[in-house]
């Protein structure tokens, strides 16, 4: 073999090693993304679980949250069309609406922590039709107990044009 030869399969050689080098780095970065993906969707699910906890451990919020939960025949339930914001103030009192609020508007926070990871491809679009119902209900819920501050992609996304709510600043 001459040194020309010997050149040549080198060449051959080194681009190999270079594709398959590509082909690793392309892997690499897929189970980087997927990894990432797994990490931001266990974020949320700690923190519903940390709202489910902070119910389950108050037991005033629980007795709260037993009646809303009734009202609405069970937890994250479409919330039926017979039920309007002065229904919520004949059914529940004042200190009650409150802490159903500050319930939900914490929770349709955390819904738009997982709109916001969708829009920037963090969450899959998959990952969204699973918390459809429980997202689209955050912003309904919100309406019928008379605070109109909806986080904007909620709002956005889940409710209708004849609901014109006031949205939080981006």
Known sequence: MTISELGS?????????????????AMEMRLT?????????????????????????????????????????GHYQPLPDDITESSIIELFTEDERAALVNYFYGNAMNMEMILAKVARGTLSRETLRYYDTELRESARYLTVLGNMTIPPRLGRKYLSNSVKPNRLTA
């Not at 399969?9 to 780095?25: D, K, N, P, S, Y």
Request: charged share 20%; hydrophobic share 55%.
């Open 33 to 73: 993304r997927q990894a990432e993906e797994s990490l931001d969707l266990e974020q949320v699910q700690i923190r519903i679980q940390e709202f489910n906890l902070a119910v389950a451990t108050s037991p005033s919020l629980s007795a709260i949250m037993a009646k809303w939960n009734k009202l609405i025949d």
């Open 9 to 25: 399969l080198g060449e051959v050689i080194g681009a190999f090693g270079l594709i398959v080098t590509l082909v690793f780095l």
